[in-house]
């Protein structure tokens, strides 16, 4: 199972930006999907998840100028950011529980990051 991530850039303060994030492989089913960040110095944190049934959980940083959304397809996974402040810029990576198919078995699954940067 392999997660790709896109979407990623240079945006100044109060900009949008849209990451999308589509998972590939072996897979059965995608019990949730979501992003995490990393900025530098820092923890890794939750941004966003939403699970199969499309239930959504966003960090307190991000709710209210954020949307998580699954595409039609359901393994894809956006993220829709507005209003951005110089503090979301971090390395933005999607994340998955994957239930792999061959063995009906649920793993977890990151993507490469990608990076974002809010200039004031």
């Known amino acids: 199972v392999q997660l790709q991530a896109s979407g990623g850039g240079l945006v100044q303060a109060g900009g949008s930006l849209r990451l999308s994030c589509a998972a590939s492989?072996?897979?059965?089913?995608?019990?949730?999907m979501g992003w995490y960040r990393q900025a530098l110095g820092k923890q890794r944190e939750l941004v966003a998840t939403?699970?199969?049934?499309?239930?959504?959980n966003y960090a307190d940083a991000v709710k209210g100028r954020s949307t998580i959304s699954r595409g039609n397809a359901k393994n894809t996974v956006y993220l829709e950011m507005n209003g951005l402040k110089p503090e979301d810029t971090a390395v933005y990576s999607c994340?998955?529980?994957?239930?792999?198919?061959?063995?009906?078995?649920?793993?977890?699954?990151w993507g490469q990051g990608t990076q974002v940067t809010v200039s004031s």
């Open positions: 492989g072996n897979i059965f089913s995608i019990l949730v």
């Open positions: 939403i699970i199969s049934g499309g239930n959504a």
């Open positions: 994340n998955a529980r994957v239930t792999v198919s061959s063995v009906l078995r649920t793993y977890e699954y």
